[in-house]
């Protein structure tokens, strides 16, 4: 009996252990599961999936709200340019009547009472189309239908515009002088700035080291010319562009004939015997007023000439951003000051052309307006001649890509130097280019700013000048702007002044 129950217990035991085995291996494999639902790839990729379908959802919507935001922006972009449009004119004046010319789509903005009527009610008839069209006339008040009174009434109307247009030019005559009084006031209250020296020093320039060279006289003199010389003072890239832009403007220029102007007579006839033209010529050939040549001889002579000469284009403080740059650059190496400083002048001599012996000054003259210094930059290199030489002090330099020569032409009390004489040389081979500006030793007004061109000779506009100065002191330039050198009162007010 005790076996037995011995046996049992051990059962039971037995079975409590046996049940508490499988518990235990039941949780065990309930985590074994869980831990590999949790790693398994599959469960992971669908995750990754849905939040990646989720946020493709929420970004297709968000494009296509925008897309929206922006069509409308465009549609009422568009509306307000068909209104803009609508109300676009041009209007013109002439002597005989005040012309509207329209634009493609639109109506003028301004009409004349009758015109204002009549077009509104044209428009009046066009609202309905349901209603019965008029085909009489639109009867106006205050106007008369009748054939000879309708003329009565144009007649009344150009009368009427031309007094507008006359009333017009009054205006404007008023205005111009108004701006002619405000120029004298701004002249008059001007004051000007003197520049005695300049004082080389080394710069520095987009990482270039520019340290000027001083160019000994080699001819013993009581001069006090200096010069000196910087090289790579403008690079490569600002060389080839004032070279295009200056072969640019030329070619554009070119295509009209320039007109031909010369200092006297005898310079005229010192060309024509040089040329072995026997032509005979006097001041009636000039046009009245200049010492121009008209068109028909102008185009003769430039054949006769064979276009010798050399071509110069000009640009004015402020007209580009270049000129900042360069006024700052040689203010730094040179300390000649920015407002003293005249027009930038790009000069090309084709080959077989130079420039003869000249003074940047005016020999004898008591007006200290004048050219105190110059600096001169060649663009390019030139393979044979092209030399700039000052003959009175035994310096003669060779034109290399980017180098700069500066000199001055006075002295400190503002005389003019005979010894700075110098010259271009011919250019056997190759194509010269520099660029110039020149310093006065007394600034004034007009100083630096392009001025007004003069109404004589009458001309086409844009035609270039070809100006040719002393025969034996001078050359033939050609210039795309217009001064007062070659008028008749302009030289007799210089002469009355000396």
Known sequence: MKNKARHRNLLIIGDKNGVHKNKEGFTKKNKETRTTKENDPKNRISLELFIFRTLFAVFTIGLIVYGLYILNISNNNNDTHKLNSEDSFVELDSDDSDETVR?????????????????????????????????????????????????????????????????????????????????????????????????????????????????????????????????????????????????????????????????????????????????????????????????????????????????????YPGESRFSKIFEYRVKEATQLLPENGGKFQITSYPQGIGYKTHTDCVEGNVDERDRMATILVYLQDVEDGGETKFPELGIWVKPRKGRALVWNNMNEEGKCEPMSIHNAAVVNKGHKYIIQRWYYYKSFYSLGKRPPEPDLPARAPGTPRVNCDEYENGSCRWYDEWNYEHLVDYRNQRINLK
């Open 103 to 315: 634009s493609s789509v639109g109506e003028p903005k301004e009409l004349h009472s009758e015109q204002r009527e009549l077009h509104s009610e044209q428009k009046e008839n066009m609202k309905d189309p349901s209603e019965k069209v008029d085909t009489k006339p639109p009867v106006r008040k205050g106007v008369n239908t009748e054939p000879s009174k309708i003329s009565e009434s144009q007649s009344s109307a150009k009368n009427q515009n031309s007094q507008l247009s006359e009333k017009n030019k009054k205006k404007q005559s008023k205005n111009k002088g108004k701006d002619i009084k405000d120029l004298k006031t701004e002249a008059e209250k001007f004051k000007p700035t003197y520049l005695k020296k300049m004082s080389p020093k080394k710069i520095f320039a987009d990482g270039r080291r520019l340290p000027p060279v001083e160019l000994l006289a080699q001819k013993p003199n009581n001069s006090s010319v200096r010069v000196f010389l910087y090289d790579e003072f403008l690079s490569e890239q600002e060389c080839d562009g004032l070279m295009k832009a200056h072969d640019s403007h030329v070619k554009e220029s070119s295509k009209i004939n320039p007109l031909l102007c010369f200092d006297t007579i005898e310079t005229l006839r010192k060309h024509l015997k040089a040329a072995h033209k026997k032509v005979k010529v006097t001041p009636a050939d000039f046009i009245p007023g200049t010492f121009c040549v008209n068109e028909t001889f102008s185009r003769q002579l430039s054949g006769w000439l064979k276009s010798n000469w050399s071509y110069s284009t000009a640009f």
